[in-house]
């Protein structure tokens, strides 16, 4: 079993930074493969980054691409999302995710595990 807790969320404004936080308890990185979603009203859930913890490759959707970052703190069991250079249309609520297999996916049915969310919020 795995629990996950996302912190970090706000209200900024266009062009500032956040940094989200996963907090991952039950199992270790080296085992599940973890990723960061988000929500946005009325859509559907939609995949921001994603880390290979063996091949330590990352992955980030298009619009993610040049101004996010992921990595963890293995001692913390934690899991972070930097975000920078943020959009009005980067406003949703982001949620972190692990799944059972080691191996990394941009689906978010795949995953197995989800925490309860944070709000972002980018004013214009």
């Known amino acids: 079993q795995v629990q996950l807790v996302e912190s970090g969320g706000g209200l900024v404004q266009a062009g500032g930074s956040l940094r989200l936080s996963c907090v991952a308890s039950?199992?270790?990185?080296?085992?599940?493969?973890m990723a960061w979603f988000r929500q946005a009203p009325g859509k559907d859930r939609e995949f921001v980054a994603t880390?290979?913890?063996?091949?330590?490759?990352?992955y980030f959707s298009e619009s993610a691409t040049g101004r996010t970052t992921i990595s963890t703190d293995n001692a913390k069991n934690t899991m972070y999302l930097q975000m920078n250079a943020l959009k009005p249309e980067d406003t949703a609520v982001y949620y972190c995710?692990?799944?059972?297999?080691?191996?990394?996916?941009?689906?978010?049915?795949?995953?197995?595990?989800w925490g309860q969310g944070t709000q972002v919020t980018v004013s214009s």
């Open positions: 995710a692990a799944r059972s297999t080691g191996v990394p996916s941009f689906t978010a049915h795949e995953y197995d595990y």
């Open positions: 039950g199992r270790t990185f080296g085992t599940y493969a």
């Open positions: 880390k290979n913890w063996n091949t330590r490759a990352s």
